[in-house]
């Protein structure tokens, strides 16, 4: 089986981690940047996204997640989304910089704050369960992002490379198929290893 990290500093970690093991992954919690060897892909959850930030910058874990995402598959949900992203706004803050999209926090005001919504989106099958919670908003991707799913108009869902990013919640969901494809990403990044 796939062995998939999840960052558990904050947020929805527990939920990420049973997700994966539904989709068939091996999946671990990762606290210390050491423990980032072990394993072949990595989700950074949900959650707040400047208290990350701050937890980070110990122990140089900051930069052994920027060696990490640079080279192994990563999926960023929400607060993860934030973190991965090449630009951040509202405000500005830093990040990874490893997906090439920027990102508007807390886009959608206090009254649209948390939603469930049923959208089509490029997986197949039926249409998916989305829950969001303050989340950003995809303001703009580069030429190198495909958009599996999208909601008024921006992507809530997007790939580039080995990088996978939501801006909902699909561990919050009992649908598998978000979290599938992310372990399906990282079986296939193996396999060209191998
Ligand atoms: N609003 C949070 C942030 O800016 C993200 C919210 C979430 O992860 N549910 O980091």
């Not at 929805?12 to 060897?37: C, I, M, Q, T, Y």
């Not at 990040?95 to 919504?117: C, H, K, T």
Request: proline share 5%; aromatic share 6%.
């Amino acid at each position: 089986l796939p062995k998939i990290g999840v960052l558990a500093i904050q947020g929805d970690f527990d939920a990420h981690a049973a997700a994966l093991r539904e989709a068939g992954a091996d999946s671990v919690l990762v606290r210390k940047p050491g423990e980032l060897a072990n394993v072949d892909g990595l989700i950074l959850p949900g959650g707040e996204s400047t208290t990350f930030l701050k937890f980070l910058e110990r122990d140089g874990f900051l930069h052994a997640l920027e060696d990490f995402v640079r080279n192994k598959p990563t999926f960023g949900t929400c607060a993860g989304c934030i973190l991965l992203a090449k630009e951040v706004t509202r405000p500005a803050q830093q990040s990874l910089g490893v997906l090439d999209i920027a990102v508007e926090r807390n886009a959608y005001g206090r009254q649209n704050d948390s939603v469930i919504e049923m959208s089509s989106t490029k997986l197949g099958g039926d249409p998916l369960e989305l829950v969001y919670i303050r989340a950003p908003r995809i303001v703009k991707t580069g030429p190198g992002v495909a958009v599996l799913a999208e909601r008024e108009g921006s992507p809530v869902l997007v790939e580039q490379d080995h990088i996978m990013a939501a801006t909902f919640h699909p561990e919050l969901s009992s649908d598998r198929r978000v979290h599938q494809r992310f372990v399906d990403l990282v079986r296939s990044r193996a396999a060209v290893k191998a």
